[in-house]
């Protein structure tokens, strides 16, 4: 399943010289956690709710000034298994969508990709719950203790995984 079928499309954005008040009205009455800050319309960082900096800087700062880099960014054509193994290993809730040239095309968040796994068929669910294992594996064995235990779920997960996908 490529991630273009599932992304959010119509994305609110704010340009670099966008006042942090302004910025900070969006994200709260949007219920956002990020904005996408672009210049002609190529993706040029992110504002985030989380960053301590956005809520302590004055309301009249430029977005500039305050905007993280985008580190993990998607193509339209990627899979949504890749994105997912992103948003695990960087411990986000959203990707940028962007083109080869650096285009903000859409955002994918992780409400996106659960509502993938729900509409899509079980093959592909299976396969990305399987790549979803596999990118948090260690995690995973930690959350149930690390012991003999969860060494032999994990075998009888992958297992299972073998055995029902195509």
Same mark, same amino acid.
């Given at each position: ?11 609110? @954005? &704010?340009? !670099? =010289?966008?006042?942090?008040?302004? $910025?900070?009205? +969006? ?5 956002? %956690?990020? #904005? *996408? ?35 993990? @960014? &998607?193509? !339209? =054509?990627?899979?949504?298994?890749? $994105?997912?193994? +992103? ?5 986000? %809730?959203? #990707? *940028? ?70």
């Amino acid at each position: 399943m490529k991630i273009r079928d599932q992304m959010t499309r119509d994305v609110v @954005t &704010v340009t !670099p =010289q966008t006042p942090l008040g302004e $910025a900070r009205s +969006l994200l709260e009455e949007g219920h956002l %956690r990020c #904005l *996408p800050v672009v210049t002609a319309g190529r993706l040029t960082g992110l504002v985030l709710q989380s960053d301590p900096r956005v809520s302590a800087a004055p309301p009249h700062t430029p977005v500039q000034d305050v905007m993280a880099p985008a580190t993990a @960014t &998607v193509g !339209p =054509q990627s899979r949504i298994e890749r $994105a997912a193994r +992103l948003m695990l290993q960087h411990d986000i %809730r959203g #990707l *940028p969508v962007v083109d080869q040239d650096g285009m903000l095309l859409g955002v994918l968040t992780a409400s996106d990709l659960l509502r993938a796994m729900v509409h899509s068929p079980r093959e592909h669910l299976v396969l990305s719950l399987d790549a979803a294992a596999r990118a948090v594996g260690p995690r995973f064995r930690l959350f149930l203790g690390g012991g003999p235990q969860s060494a032999t779920l994990m075998r009888r997960y992958s297992a299972w995984v073998r055995h029902h996908t195509p």
